[in-house]
């Protein structure tokens, strides 16, 4: 079977590549070094994510970048993709997304204008896998003008993406 895993090494500088990543690829990768001085090594966890499930009528996520290295072992939520501000069209579905990690995985909660969302109308969606999280406002009325917050939080902290959603000045 042929390999789809590649080392190469230009200088002092040796890089594992793996093309085509796949589910089985999934797992912990560990580089040793050792000369007379004595030996040391590195190790990275590899998490490859299956491709969300598309909301029906919803902007691809797609073309959403990967996430960057994540550290191994505890470490505190972070956003790597904000949400961001959205102008109100009554009538129309509105998703405010975004995309965490942290490890361990933290838990998420949305708010709006400081208040937790307690809405029978908004759905919230949570990738615990890619790390997306969503809200979901079927139909927009003005009373849906606001900040929305999404905090993340774990026993090692607490970060927070927070987006408004307001009247368009230009239509």
């Excluded at 990768?29 to 966890?45: E, L, P, R, W, Y």
């Excluded at 998490?47 to 990967?66: E, F, M, Q």
């Amino acid at each position: 079977m042929k390999t789809h895993r590649y080392i190469s090494s230009i200088g002092v500088k040796h890089h594992l590549a793996i093309k085509n990543v796949q589910a089985s690829d999934n797992g912990r990768f560990t580089v040793q070094a050792m000369n007379a001085a004595g030996i040391k090594q590195s190790t990275c966890m590899l998490i490859v994510a299956p491709a969300p499930t598309p909301i029906p009528g919803a902007k691809s996520v797609a073309n959403s970048p990967a996430p960057p290295q994540t550290p191994i072992g505890p470490s505190a939520p972070i956003f790597l993709k904000d949400l961001k501000n959205s102008p109100l069209k009554p009538g129309s579905q509105i998703i405010l997304e975004a995309r965490v990690v942290g490890h361990p995985e933290p838990h998420v909660e949305w708010f709006k204008n400081g208040s937790s969302i307690n809405n029978y109308r908004v759905k919230t969606e949570y990738d615990t896998r890619t790390g997306i999280c969503a809200l979901i406002i079927p139909q927009m009325f003005a009373d849906d003008i606001g900040e929305y917050t999404c905090r993340a939080n774990n026993a090692h902290g607490v970060a927070e993406s927070s987006a408004k959603v307001c009247i368009s000045l230009i239509n």
